[in-house]
Nanobody, 122 residues
């Protein structure tokens, strides 16, 4: 059974930092990433990383503030989030793709975690 389990979400003040982790089990993935969905909004791409960690992609809204990384030995992907603002409040979903043809397209990801809540307060 394939599982993606996120952790590290929570409540943080604006300007603060959080680190999300996502541990995968049951298989490995070519591409891993994060999407998020805020209340009343569509799900959006946040960041993605290839197997070798050479290729990384970020949404414009998080570029320079968020860093994605992965540890293949632990089958885990991370999202370091700095300088958080109110617009970052959302449920964050870890994703995994076996093909990884389009890093920013949610349809490219076969597996999704259950999500972890990130809330940024003023």
């Amino acid at each position: 059974q394939v599982q993606l389990v996120e952790s590290g979400g929570g409540l943080v003040q604006a300007g603060g930092s959080l680190r999300l982790s996502c541990a995968a089990s049951g298989r490995t993935f070519s591409g891993k990433g994060w999407f998020r969905q805020a209340p009343g909004k569509e799900r959006e791409f946040v960041a993605a990383i290839g197997r070798s960690s050479i290729n990384t992609y970020y949404a414009d809204s998080v570029k320079g503030r968020f860093t994605i990384s992965r540890d293949n030995a632990k089958n885990t992907v991370y999202l370091q989030m700095n300088s958080l603002n109110l617009e970052d409040t959302a449920v964050y979903y870890c994703v995994g793709s076996s093909r990884w043809l389009n890093a920013r397209d949610s349809k490219d990801y076969d597996y999704w975690g259950q999500g972890t809540q990130v809330t940024v307060s003023s």
